[in-house]
Every structure is written in C-alpha cells, then in structure tokens.
T-cell receptor, first 115, second 115 residues
Framework: AQKITQTQPGMFVQEKEAVTLDCTYD???????LFWYKQPSSGEMIFLIYQGSYDQQNATEGRYSLNFQKARKSANLVISASQLGDSAMYFCAMRVEDTGNQFYFGTGTSLTVIP | DTEVTQTPKHLVMGMTNKKSLKCEQH?????MYWYKQKAKKPPELMFVYSYEKLSINESVPSRFSPECPNSSLLNLHLHALQPEDSALYLC??????????????FGPGTRLTVL
C-alpha cells in the first residue's frame, strides 16, 4: 500500500525566513515520483517541485528545494526567503510505477507567513 | 498551452437538478482525473481516465457520472446530489505513467453548492 504522511497541520513563519514542511512516504515500489503542490485560498493546485526516486540530487526550483532522504523515506519541502504570497495549503503527493496513473496525497500543511 | 480549464467556476444546484461540469486540456495528456475536495482537506480521487477509458472508479455514488468524449475533454454529470456533495471539484491531467514521472496539471476547480 502507498501512503503519504504530513504531520504538521499548521505552520507559521516570519517573512524572509526559511521554512521546512515535512513529508514522509511509504511504498515498496522502487520506482516512484514525489511532488509538492501549493493551494492558495483561491483553490487552484499549483505544482511546485518534483523528485524522482532515482534522482541523485535534490530538486530545486527557485526558492523551493526538496530535501530528499531516500533511506528515511522523507521528502521535505524547503521554502527560502518566505513571502506573504506563500501563505497557502501545501500538499505532498506520490506516484508509483506499480499503480501507474494514481496520485496519493498527504493531508496537507497550512502555512501562514507573518509580516 | 499548459492549461487545464474548467467550467463553470461556481455552481449552485438543487437536489433535483441535473448539471454537468466540464474540463478541457490541450497538452496531449492521456490521463485525466476528477477529484472532490472539502475545505482544508486533500483532494479525494473520484475517477481516472486513461486513453479515454475509465480506469479507476473510487466507489463513487452513481449520482456522479463521468464521461470522456475525446482525449481533450472530461465531463462530470451530476444528478440528484445531496448537500454533503457540496465541495470544490478539481479536474487534472497528466502524461501516462512511465519511468519519468510527470506531474498533474490541475484546473481552477468548480465550487459546487447543493441546496
């Protein structure tokens, strides 16, 4: 069975500071992809960053980086230099080769950036 | 064009009404998805279409009826809904699964209210 766990229901961060959002996953499939999405109050799910199970380096996209620790089965999202516009729900998701086109989502973390 | 469009943006319907949600993408994706999402919760998978054929149906009540007329369009027909069906309905598309995983692209969603 595939599972994604996000243990932080809510997080606060000061503007311009860095913040780490936790994500752990469980799968027995050796081939999988891990994704982070941002969902502002408007509702649209915005893709942020992707990490493949065979990738040797941690993914980075602008202010977003993914701290991928395969042995610990964790894929934490790091947001540097937080901005007020980063306030949103953040979801970690996984796709595995065995179940093909299905995506598995964590319960999400609500991030609030404080001015 | 990396966009998924959904219409309508908002929908209010009575329990005896019949309505349809529409989703469209022109990225050549052959996997398309319907999700239901309640506030502050992760998206719940409803249906997955692969190559225009229904491949996953997550035990959704028959009052929700999906349709995939062609590779670019996805509809969700609604009939005799209940107030608890009020939610944000998200459509998404992705490349079919392969060794290189691809993210889902989400539409802006339809906010459905059932009176």
């Amino acid at each position: 069975a595939q599972k994604i766990t996000q243990t932080q229901p809510g997080m606060f961060v000061q503007e311009k500071e860095a913040v780490t959002l936790d994500c752990t996953y469980d799968t027995s499939d050796p081939s999988y992809g891990l994704f982070w999405y941002k969902q502002p109050s408007s509702g649209e799910m915005i893709f942020l960053i992707y990490q493949g199970s065979y990738d040797q380096q941690n993914a980075t996209e602008g202010r977003y980086s993914l701290n991928f620790q395969k042995a610990r089965k964790s894929a934490n999202l790091v947001i540097s230099a937080s901005q007020l516009g980063d306030s949103a729900m953040y979801f970690c998701a996984m796709r595995v080769e065995d179940t093909g086109n299905q995506f598995y989502f964590g319960t999400g973390t609500s991030l609030t950036v404080i001015p | 064009d990396t966009e998924v469009t959904q219409t309508p943006k908002h929908l209010v319907m009575g329990m005896t009404n019949k309505k349809s949600l529409k989703c469209e993408q022109h990225m050549g994706h052959r996997a398309m998805y319907w999700y239901k999402q309640k506030a502050k919760k992760p998206p719940e998978l409803m249906f997955v279409y692969s190559y225009e054929k229904l491949s996953i149906n997550e035990s959704v009540p028959s009052r929700f009826s999906p349709e995939c007329p062609n590779s670019s369009l996805l509809n969700l027909h609604l009939h005799a809904l209940q107030p608890e069906d009020s939610a944000l309905y998200l459509c998404a598309s992705s490349q079919l699964s392969g060794r290189e995983y691809n993210e889902q692209f989400f539409g802006p969603g339809t906010r459905l209210t059932v009176l």
